[in-house]
Antibody, heavy 120, light 112 residues
Framework: QVQLVESGGGVVQPGRSLTVSCVAS????????FHWVRQAPGKGLEWVAV????????YYADSVKGRFTISRDESKSTVHLQMHSLRSEDTAVYFC?????????????WGQGTLVTVSS | QSVLTQPPSASGAPGQTVSISCSGS????????VNWFQQLPGTAPKLLIF???LRPSGVSDRFSGSKSGTSASLVISGLQSGDEADYYC?????????????FGGGTKLTVL
C-alpha cells in the first residue's frame, strides 16, 4: 500500500539548520510529484514547497524562499527538505504529500508528519 | 491572512446538509482547479475532492464540490458525527513571485 514516512524532526535553535526526509513506498516514485505542507500548533495548513517528478521544477512559499530547499533521491525513493536559518515561526508539523501531477494540487497521500520545534 | 477565504466555523445537526465556501481570485481559483481536504483531530489531512468536483476512490458520495468563477464550495449531505473535522480548500496560485499552492484558513465543522 501507499506509504509516506517522514523523519528528521526535532528541537533546533533559531538560526540553525535541519533536514527532514520522507521515504515513499507502494507506488511509482519516479512519476510522482511531492509537496511539503506544514501546520503550526493549533493553526491551519500552510504549503511549503513542491518538486516535480523529474526534479527540474521546484517552487516555494514566499515565507521559506531562499532558506528551504526541496530535493529528491530516486535511488532511495526519498524526498528531503533542507531548512536553513530557522525561525521560531517555522515550528510546525511537517507533512510530506504525493501528487500524481505537478499542477493538479491533488495531494492524495500524506505521511503522518514530523514535528520541528525551533527554540533556544 | 489566507489567500483563500473560508468561514472559520460551520455546524449542522445529524442528517442535515452543510455547505462550506472558499473564496479566491482570478490568480488562483479563477484560473486553477480547487481541491478539498478533511483533517480529523490529530491526524494527517485527507483528500476529499480534487479537480473541483471529483472524489477519490473510497470517499463517500455525501461529499460534493463545485466551482464558479473565483469561488468554490464543499457540500456535505446527511451529516454524521464522524464528519466533525477541519476542512480546507486549496488551489495553485499564480503569484508575482512565481506559482505556489495556497490553502484556505480552514473551517471547523461541528455536528450538533
Amino acid at each position: 500500500q501507499v506509504q509516506l514516512v517522514e523523519s528528521g524532526g526535532g528541537v533546533v535553535q533559531p538560526g540553525r539548520s535541519l533536514t527532514v526526509s520522507c521515504v515513499a513506498s507502494g507506488f511509482s516514485f519516479s512519476t510522482s510529484t511531492f509537496h511539503w505542507v506544514r501546520q503550526a500548533p493549533g493553526k491551519g495548513l500552510e504549503w511549503v514547497a513542491v518538486i516535480s517528478s523529474d526534479g527540474v521544477n521546484t517552487y516555494y512559499a514566499d515565507s521559506v524562499k531562499g532558506r528551504f530547499t526541496i530535493s529528491r533521491d530516486e535511488s532511495k525513493s526519498t524526498v528531503h527538505l533542507q531548512m536553513h536559518s530557522l525561525r521560531s515561526e517555522d515550528t510546525a508539523v511537517y507533512f510530506c504529500a504525493r501528487d500524481p501531477h505537478l499542477w493538479g494540487g491533488e495531494l492524495g497521500h500524506w505521511g503522518q508528519g514530523t514535528l520541528v520545534t525551533v527554540s533556544s | 491572512q489566507s489567500v483563500l477565504t473560508q468561514p472559520p466555523s460551520a455546524s449542522g445537526a445529524p442528517g442535515q446538509t452543510v455547505s462550506i465556501s472558499c473564496s479566491g481570485s482570478d490568480s488562483n481559483i479563477g484560473s486553477n482547479t480547487v481541491n478539498w481536504f478533511q483533517q480529523l483531530p490529530g491526524t494527517a489531512p485527507k483528500l476529499l475532492i480534487f479537480s473541483n468536483r471529483l472524489r477519490p476512490s473510497g470517499v463517500s458520495d455525501r461529499f460534493s464540490g463545485s466551482k464558479s468563477g473565483t469561488s468554490a464550495s464543499l457540500v456535505i449531505s446527511g451529516l454524521q458525527s464522524g464528519d466533525e473535522a477541519d476542512y480546507y480548500c486549496a488551489s495553485w496560485h499564480d503569484g508575482l513571485n512565481g506559482p505556489c499552492v495556497v490553502f484556505g484558513g480552514g473551517t471547523k465543522l461541528t455536528v450538533l
